[in-house]
Protein backbone atom coordinates (compact mmCIF):
# COMPACT_ATOMS: atom_id res chain seq x y z
CA UNK A 1 0.00 0.00 0.00
CA UNK A 2 0.85 3.54 -0.13
CA UNK A 3 3.19 5.13 2.32
CA UNK A 4 3.45 8.42 3.11
CA UNK A 5 6.72 9.86 5.09
CA UNK A 6 6.74 13.73 5.94
CA UNK A 7 9.48 16.12 7.85
CA UNK A 8 9.98 17.43 9.93
CA UNK A 9 8.00 16.35 13.04
CA UNK A 10 8.29 19.89 14.61
CA UNK A 11 8.92 23.35 12.51
CA UNK A 12 9.17 26.76 15.19
CA UNK A 13 9.14 29.65 13.07
CA UNK A 14 9.31 33.18 13.78
CA UNK A 15 6.21 35.33 12.70
CA UNK A 16 6.65 36.68 9.27
CA UNK A 17 9.19 34.17 8.71
CA UNK A 18 8.56 31.30 6.01
CA UNK A 19 7.72 27.71 6.87
CA UNK A 20 7.79 24.56 4.73
CA UNK A 21 6.82 21.03 5.23
CA UNK A 22 8.17 18.29 2.67
CA UNK A 23 6.83 15.00 1.87
CA UNK A 24 7.22 11.85 -0.19
CA UNK A 25 4.92 8.79 -1.00
CA UNK A 26 6.06 5.82 -2.44
CA UNK A 27 2.86 4.66 -4.76
CA UNK A 28 4.00 6.12 -8.55
CA UNK A 29 -0.13 5.51 -8.66
CA UNK A 30 -1.23 8.37 -6.15
CA UNK A 31 -2.72 11.38 -8.16
CA UNK A 32 -4.19 13.40 -5.41
CA UNK A 33 -2.57 15.20 -2.48
CA UNK A 34 -4.01 17.18 -0.27
CA UNK A 35 -2.69 19.40 2.97
CA UNK A 36 -4.83 19.50 6.04
CA UNK A 37 -4.19 21.92 8.85
CA UNK A 38 -5.77 20.14 12.20
CA UNK A 39 -6.10 23.13 15.58
CA UNK A 40 -6.09 21.28 19.33
CA UNK A 41 -9.24 19.03 19.19
CA UNK A 42 -10.76 19.62 15.75
CA UNK A 43 -11.16 17.70 12.83
CA UNK A 44 -8.74 18.52 9.98
CA UNK A 45 -9.38 21.01 7.45
CA UNK A 46 -8.48 21.12 4.11
CA UNK A 47 -6.25 23.85 3.10
CA UNK A 48 -5.10 23.23 -0.67
CA UNK A 49 -4.86 20.45 -2.74
CA UNK A 50 -2.96 19.49 -5.84
CA UNK A 51 -3.54 17.17 -8.51
CA UNK A 52 -0.97 14.93 -10.52
CA UNK A 53 -1.10 16.86 -13.41
CA UNK A 54 -0.22 20.34 -11.80
CA UNK A 55 3.61 20.84 -10.67
CA UNK A 56 2.69 23.71 -8.68
CA UNK A 57 -0.94 25.65 -6.87
CA UNK A 58 -0.27 28.68 -4.86
CA UNK A 59 -3.34 29.84 -2.57
CA UNK A 60 -2.54 33.42 -1.08
CA UNK A 61 -0.27 32.79 1.27
CA UNK A 62 0.20 29.00 0.64
CA UNK A 63 1.54 27.31 -2.13
CA UNK A 64 2.38 23.43 -2.80
CA UNK A 65 4.60 21.94 -5.25
CA UNK A 66 4.69 18.44 -6.85
CA UNK A 67 7.57 16.35 -8.17
CA UNK A 68 6.25 13.13 -10.12
CA UNK A 69 9.06 12.38 -10.64
CA UNK A 70 11.35 12.10 -7.24
CA UNK A 71 7.71 11.51 -5.95
CA UNK A 72 7.60 14.43 -3.38
CA UNK A 73 5.63 16.97 -2.25
CA UNK A 74 5.90 20.53 -0.28
CA UNK A 75 4.17 22.86 1.66
CA UNK A 76 5.24 26.63 1.49
CA UNK A 77 3.53 29.08 4.11
CA UNK A 78 5.00 32.57 3.50
CA UNK A 79 4.35 35.60 6.17
CA UNK A 80 3.90 33.44 8.72
CA UNK A 81 1.44 34.30 11.64
CA UNK A 82 0.51 32.73 15.34
CA UNK A 83 -2.98 31.57 13.74
CA UNK A 84 -1.31 29.77 11.05
CA UNK A 85 0.34 27.17 14.17
CA UNK A 86 -1.06 23.81 14.34
CA UNK A 87 -0.10 20.31 12.86
CA UNK A 88 -0.55 20.04 9.49
CA UNK A 89 -0.76 16.43 7.48
CA UNK A 90 -0.15 15.65 4.25
CA UNK A 91 -1.66 13.17 2.27
CA UNK A 92 -1.73 10.98 -0.91
CA UNK A 93 -4.38 9.76 -2.44
CA UNK A 94 -4.85 7.01 -5.61
CA UNK A 95 -8.32 7.84 -6.55
CA UNK A 96 -10.38 4.90 -7.42
CA UNK A 97 -13.40 6.76 -8.77
CA UNK A 98 -15.97 5.92 -6.12
CA UNK A 99 -13.82 7.61 -3.32
CA UNK A 100 -10.56 9.28 -2.50
CA UNK A 101 -8.63 6.66 0.24
CA UNK A 102 -6.18 9.04 1.82
CA UNK A 103 -3.25 7.94 3.54
CA UNK A 104 -1.70 10.99 5.72
CA UNK A 105 1.57 11.81 6.71
CA UNK A 106 2.89 11.99 10.62
CA UNK A 107 2.26 15.72 10.61
CA UNK A 108 4.22 18.18 11.35
CA UNK A 109 3.45 20.30 14.37
CA UNK A 110 4.37 24.18 13.33
CA UNK A 111 4.52 26.96 16.09
CA UNK A 112 4.90 30.41 15.06
CA UNK A 113 6.51 32.70 17.80
CA UNK A 114 5.80 36.35 17.98
CA UNK B 1 -24.41 26.13 7.94
CA UNK B 2 -23.53 22.60 5.90
CA UNK B 3 -21.43 20.74 7.95
CA UNK B 4 -20.69 17.37 9.46
CA UNK B 5 -21.25 16.81 13.12
CA UNK B 6 -20.05 13.78 15.07
CA UNK B 7 -22.04 12.96 18.56
CA UNK B 8 -20.74 12.62 21.13
CA UNK B 9 -17.80 14.63 21.62
CA UNK B 10 -16.22 13.01 24.39
CA UNK B 11 -17.15 9.08 24.94
CA UNK B 12 -16.32 6.61 28.11
CA UNK B 13 -16.66 3.03 27.92
CA UNK B 14 -15.57 0.02 29.92
CA UNK B 15 -13.39 -2.75 28.31
CA UNK B 16 -15.04 -4.92 26.68
CA UNK B 17 -18.63 -2.59 26.10
CA UNK B 18 -19.75 -2.01 23.11
CA UNK B 19 -20.22 1.67 22.36
CA UNK B 20 -21.62 3.50 19.00
CA UNK B 21 -20.22 6.76 17.30
CA UNK B 22 -22.35 8.69 15.62
CA UNK B 23 -22.30 11.02 12.42
CA UNK B 24 -24.34 12.77 10.34
CA UNK B 25 -24.07 15.47 7.35
CA UNK B 26 -25.91 18.49 5.88
CA UNK B 27 -23.64 18.12 3.15
CA UNK B 28 -25.68 15.44 1.32
CA UNK B 29 -22.67 13.89 0.02
CA UNK B 30 -22.04 10.36 -1.36
CA UNK B 31 -19.53 9.25 0.45
CA UNK B 32 -18.48 9.03 3.92
CA UNK B 33 -15.32 7.93 5.67
CA UNK B 34 -14.38 6.72 9.52
CA UNK B 35 -10.62 7.61 10.52
CA UNK B 36 -9.01 6.39 13.74
CA UNK B 37 -6.48 9.26 15.50
CA UNK B 38 -4.24 7.91 17.79
CA UNK B 39 -2.04 10.38 20.21
CA UNK B 40 0.08 12.42 18.09
CA UNK B 41 -0.59 9.95 15.10
CA UNK B 42 -1.85 10.66 11.84
CA UNK B 43 -5.78 9.62 10.86
CA UNK B 44 -5.68 6.19 9.09
CA UNK B 45 -8.99 5.06 7.70
CA UNK B 46 -11.00 2.31 8.80
CA UNK B 47 -13.97 2.06 6.26
CA UNK B 48 -15.61 3.89 4.00
CA UNK B 49 -19.29 3.93 2.26
CA UNK B 50 -19.77 5.34 -0.98
CA UNK B 51 -23.88 5.60 -1.14
CA UNK B 52 -24.55 2.19 0.54
CA UNK B 53 -21.48 0.34 -0.56
CA UNK B 54 -19.14 -0.62 2.21
CA UNK B 55 -15.72 -0.99 1.64
CA UNK B 56 -13.64 -1.90 4.75
CA UNK B 57 -9.93 -1.34 5.02
CA UNK B 58 -7.64 -4.69 4.77
CA UNK B 59 -6.37 -4.01 8.44
CA UNK B 60 -9.09 -2.86 10.07
CA UNK B 61 -10.24 -5.26 12.89
CA UNK B 62 -13.12 -7.33 13.04
CA UNK B 63 -14.22 -5.70 16.03
CA UNK B 64 -15.24 -2.20 14.29
CA UNK B 65 -18.14 -2.46 12.37
CA UNK B 66 -20.43 0.21 10.65
CA UNK B 67 -23.93 1.05 9.16
CA UNK B 68 -25.06 3.77 6.97
CA UNK B 69 -29.09 3.52 7.29
CA UNK B 70 -29.48 6.46 4.98
CA UNK B 71 -27.65 9.18 3.38
CA UNK B 72 -27.04 11.52 5.91
CA UNK B 73 -25.81 9.34 8.79
CA UNK B 74 -23.70 6.65 9.21
CA UNK B 75 -22.45 4.63 12.43
CA UNK B 76 -19.60 3.34 13.95
CA UNK B 77 -19.89 0.69 16.17
CA UNK B 78 -17.15 -0.93 18.41
CA UNK B 79 -18.50 -4.62 19.68
CA UNK B 80 -15.91 -5.36 22.33
CA UNK B 81 -13.31 -2.02 22.71
CA UNK B 82 -9.88 -2.41 24.36
CA UNK B 83 -7.18 -0.27 25.71
CA UNK B 84 -6.08 0.24 22.24
CA UNK B 85 -9.30 1.65 20.71
CA UNK B 86 -9.18 4.64 23.07
CA UNK B 87 -8.65 7.23 19.75
CA UNK B 88 -9.79 10.02 18.66
CA UNK B 89 -12.30 9.11 15.94
CA UNK B 90 -13.03 11.10 12.83
CA UNK B 91 -15.76 11.27 10.23
CA UNK B 92 -15.83 12.46 6.71
CA UNK B 93 -17.69 12.91 3.84
CA UNK B 94 -16.81 13.69 0.28
CA UNK B 95 -19.00 13.87 -2.81
CA UNK B 96 -18.17 11.42 -5.44
CA UNK B 97 -14.50 10.33 -4.16
CA UNK B 98 -11.31 10.26 -6.06
CA UNK B 99 -10.53 13.97 -6.59
CA UNK B 100 -13.31 15.87 -4.22
CA UNK B 101 -12.28 17.45 -0.80
CA UNK B 102 -13.09 15.53 2.13
CA UNK B 103 -14.44 17.60 5.07
CA UNK B 104 -13.84 16.36 8.71
CA UNK B 105 -16.27 16.65 11.66
CA UNK B 106 -14.92 17.69 14.89
CA UNK B 107 -14.14 14.14 16.19
CA UNK B 108 -15.22 11.87 19.08
CA UNK B 109 -12.79 11.13 21.53
CA UNK B 110 -13.11 7.73 22.92
CA UNK B 111 -12.02 6.87 26.13
CA UNK B 112 -11.97 3.19 27.48
CA UNK B 113 -11.85 1.90 30.95
Known amino acids: GENVEQHPSTLSVQEGDSAVIKCTYS??????FPWYKQELGKGPQLIID?????GEKKDQRIAVTLNKTAKHFSLHITETQPEDSAVYFCAASIGTGTASKLTFGTGTRLQVTL | DAMVIQNPRYQVTQFGKPVTLSCSQTLNHNVMYWYQQKSSQAPKLLFHYYDKDFNNEADTPDNFQSRRPNTSFCFLDIRSPGLGDAAMYLC????????????FGPGTRLTVL
Open chain 1, 50 to 54: IRSNV
Open chain 1, 27 to 32: DSASNY
Open chain 2, 92 to 103: ATSRRGRWDEQF
